[in-house]
């Protein structure tokens, strides 16, 4: 009988049915030695904001309750007792929804006690044109929040450690290899992922979740082909002074022909600065002198440099004409506040890009957050992204975990990926295109975007979906 | 291997194992855990025929945990086959005995529940008969679950007669099963053997198939009370199962034995008797 069971293994080898379901070209683990590694139902691979969320939100599920979850984390265990009074130059736009999923585990609290800034609005307009769009809910209601990253982490790290007992943090601890399973049926060999650490440490999984980001490991070792693209841009961020306090309620963003530039409220004398132009001149930026850049931000946001009479006589005969049929539809402009100076230290610039996974799931492996999908963050979505593929990804491995599946089961984890595919695509998609159209002087495209802003706002339905 | 099992059958003078129904099994014995091979509609019926004794018991206990569902409760898997379904039960807390006469599932079974330490513990495997048990198990199992086996059983009465034995008084039996209509012979063997390959073509005897209402008289008559009789529907494009109103093709029942909890003893009125049929009935004898 063994006989026939390698040459079953063999055939599992050989003739794939069905390629997506095994990762891999790995060869079978059957050694004692493996077997005798430790067992988790989850592993987390990346214990940034998705991943540590994924793990805190699965510890605090109720189905979880005697389960055992990993969260692999390559850094030190950072300290967040106190925020400094500083603020971090790396923010989060938090959506409402975000806000929520962090809410039902117990985590939004903690943000809340430690410091946010909410946005009641939010203006986009563009630099070649007098043409904008204004975001507001019409109940009040916060749009949305700005949040520093640490804070968020700070959260995440207390949310965890209440649920110690379940969810198993590595701090320090890097995966340097992956060994995918065989197709369950043919087995003799261990049908869980074997994970080996830098250390030398192996575990065993029953589910892998990737939350490693855009340059997933995860995701390269299970060859899941990737489609990405660099954009000939960085974003340059920084902590701004504004030079009067006001009830800095507002997210701005401007539309230069060299990238959105973007201020995100951090507090009534403070704003986050998000500037996306080319490398040379993010290099410029983080180069010059402290007032230059304040200058710089500064004609950024108010010169029209950009505008040519022929666009504006268009955008303008196109606004009498909205205004005619839909009076309402023409929007006050806000103007945003100006910088005094900006904080010694907070001046840091990263490369931008633009991916997406073509599989979001196999065999006994999930891909989360960044690992999944990365967007440009003119569109202030990146983490969003991330929260909502927790949310249900969590609630099909809730469901899954009550019906006493396998939670590796691609069943399930097929109907994640649709659903997240589904909703990422286009918003992905749209992003790119938004990224792209509002890079150009062209005439014929600047018009194109203008007229298009100007409807999209006269228009509450398509300004809702947004 | 074979002589083995020849074995054991011919020991058995009277048994509810038909020889024909195990030869048709053994060669299918490594298929088991092949989620899009030969058992793919046994791997998705787990989606209902799980949440349906989960939820059943859920109902009629009041002290559990949404972590740990079945926690303490005791199983018997009649006809486990590969696990199947011992698996899932066992994940959700249960302690489960799975038993089927062949031993190469018991066999294929044991290997798939090694990998996993849990499972390893909270379920034990066994290649018997349902009577052979029935000696050395009287009263001992809280649930039985006999899924799509009472179609392959030589002789039906006195297989429910054995799951009365086993079964502690008050303890659940479910069954899934298919119906004797026409629309089961058209839908069960012709189109899912012969035409789609949804079951391997011999699996199923139309003759051996069972109406729920002769099933229902049989269990009343070793002691049993149906609660639920529920249709149910494989939709071969998806491959899932659904619930449905009519019991013509599949269907499953959930009965409890009668006993000292209180559910319908046939012998006369129980102080607790009064207290489940709150609406008046108390005092007269059933």
Redesign the interface.
């Known amino acids: 009988t063994s006989a026939i069971m390698a040459a079953v293994c063999c055939r599992g080898l050989l003739a794939p049915l069905g390629g997506r379901l095994w990762a891999g070209p790995r060869a079978p683990l059957c050694s004692v030695a493996a077997t005798a590694a430790p067992l988790y139902d989850v592993v987390v691979s990346g214990g940034g904001m998705v991943g540590s969320a994924m793990a805190a939100v699965l510890g605090h599920d109720i189905h979880f309750h005697d389960k055992k979850i990993a969260l692999l984390e390559a850094g030190p265990r950072k300290q967040y007792d106190s925020m400094p009074d500083s603020y971090s130059n790396r923010v989060s736009s938090i959506s409402p929804g975000s806000a929520t999923l962090l809410g039902s585990f117990g985590a939004w609290d903690h943000v809340c006690s430690l410091r946010l800034k909410p946005f009641r609005r939010m203006q986009v307009w563009d630099a070649c044109s007098e043409a904008m769009i204004i975001f507001e809910k019409d109940d009040l209601d916060d749009m949305g929040y700005i949040v520093e990253n640490d804070v968020i982490m700070s959260a995440l790290t207390k949310q965890l450690d209440v649920v110690a007992d379940r969810v198993e943090v590595f701090y320090g601890s890097r995966a340097v290899g992956y060994t995918w399973p065989l197709p369950s049926h043919s087995c003799v060999t261990s049908p869980w992922v074997q994970i080996e650490l830098a250390d030398g440490r192996r575990l065993q999984t029953k589910l892998l979740i990737g939350a490693d980001g855009h340059n997933s490991v995860v995701r390269k070792e299970a060859e899941i082909k990737n489609i990405e693209h660099r954009y000939d841009q960085s974003a340059v961020v920084a902590t701004l002074h504004l030079s009067e306090a006001t009830d800095n309620n507002v997210a701005w963003q401007r539309f230069l022909p060299t990238g959105p530039i973007a201020l995100l409220p951090l507090s009534d004398t403070a704003s986050s600065l998000v500037w996306s132009t080319s490398h040379e001149h993010a290099s410029e930026l983080l180069a010059m002198d402290e007032e230059s850049f304040v200058d710089s931000i500064n004609s950024a946001f108010w010169s029209n440099v950009n505008h040519s009479d022929f666009i504006d006589t268009a955008g303008a005969m196109f606004r009498s004409a909205v205004s005619l049929l839909k009076p309402s539809g023409t929007a006050v402009r806000q103007l945003p506040p100006s910088i005094a100076k900006v904080d010694p230290e907070s001046r840091a610039m990263f490369p931008l890009g633009m991916g997406h996974a073509t599989e979001y799931v196999q065999h006994r492996v999930a891909l989360i957050g960044d690992a999944a999908h990365r967007v440009h963050p003119l569109a202030g979505q990146g983490v969003n992204l991330g929260f909502g593929d927790i949310a249900c990804l969590a609630h099909h491995l809730s469901a899954a975990a009550f019906n006493g599946s396998d939670l590796g089961s691609l069943k399930h984890l097929l109907k994640f990926e649709t659903e997240r595919q589904r909703h990422n695509v286009s918003l992905i998609a749209a992003t790119d295109v938004l990224k792209r159209l509002y890079s150009t002087r062209l005439t014929p495209l600047v018009l194109l975007r203008t007229w298009g802003l100007q409807a999209t706002n006269a228009l509450p339905p398509v300004k809702v979906r947004i | 291997l074979f002589r083995l099992t020849a074995r054991r059958l011919f020991s058995t003078s009277h048994s509810s194992v038909d020889p024909a129904e195990m030869k048709k099994f053994q060669l299918l014995a490594?298929?088991?855990?092949?989620?899009?091979?030969e058992y793919s509609a046994l791997h998705?019926m787990?989606?209902i025929r799980?949440?349906f004794i989960?939820d059943t018991l859920l109902n009629m206990s009041s002290n559990y945990?949404?972590?740990?569902?079945l926690s303490g409760v005791k199983i018997l898997d009649v006809g486990c086959g590969g696990g199947l379904l011992s698996?899932?039960?066992?994940?959700?807390?249960a302690s489960v005995t799975g038993i089927d006469p062949l031993e190469d599932n018991i066999r294929t079974a044991d290997?798939?529940k090694s990998?996993?330490?849990v499972l390893a513990k909270r379920i034990q495997y066994k290649s018997s008969s349902l009577e052979e048990i029935v000696e050395e198990s009287m009263e001992t199992f809280d649930v039985i679950v006999a899924s799509e086996v009472v179609e392959h059983v030589a002789d039906l009465e006195m297989f429910i007669k054995c799951c009365s034995q086993v079964l502690k008084p008050g303890g659940s039996l479910f069954i899934t099963t298919i119906n004797k209509t026409q629309l089961s012979y058209i839908l069960g063997i012709v189109v899912a053997e012969k035409l789609m390959g949804i079951v391997p073509d011999g699996t199923h005897e139309w003759e051996k198939f069972v109406p729920p209402e002769k099933l229902e008289h049989l269990l009343k008559s070793y002691g049993f009370s149906v609660k639920t009789v529920n249709g149910m529907l494989y939709n071969p494009l998806s491959g899932s199962w659904s619930w449905m109103e009519s019991t013509s093709i599949n269907y499953a029942l959930h009965a409890v034995k009668s006993g000292a909890r209180g559910q319908s003893s046939p012998t006369g009125v129980l102080p607790e008797m009064e207290s489940e049929q709150p609406s008046g009935t108390a005092g007269t004898s059933m």
């Open positions: 490594q298929k088991w855990w092949d989620e899009e091979g998705s787990n989606d799980v949440p989960r945990h949404l972590g740990n569902p698996e899932p039960l066992g994940r959700l807390g290997q798939h990998f996993d330490p």
